[in-house]
């Protein structure tokens, strides 16, 4: 009983859709844009990684954090900056906002409990 994604091909945005079977599975109408318009596309997945593999992709945390730096809001926010870079993607204002709190000492709510 795989979910699968669709992909919009007016608005490009994607939609998820539970299916039974394949067999019996109808394009659904995009919850967008309400197009008909999709086709199926490939979902993203994730593999596991091994400690040298995360500082290989992510670069090494600052030896201050200690162990649970990755838990530490500043290390997440300079992951986030240099990602945000290295694709050329400008990085949304809310998250900016965030992660310069985040170095002040004020941590958004979601991570207040880590």
Known sequence: M?????QCADCDKR???F???????RRPDCEYCGS???ERALSRFATPKTEAQ???QYGAP???AGPDAYKDPRQIGRWAEQRFDELGVEMPAEAKQM?????E???PDPVKDL
Request: a negative charge.
């Open 36 to 38: 008909a318009r999709t």
């Open 105 to 107: 000492g004020e941590l």
């Open 62 to 64: 600052d030896p201050a």
């Open 99 to 103: 992660i310069d709190a985040a170095r």
């Open 54 to 56: 995360v500082v290989e």
């Open 2 to 6: 795989p979910i699968y994604e669709y």
């Open 19 to 25: 299916h039974r079977s394949l067999a019996g599975a």
């Open 15 to 17: 939609t998820e859709a």
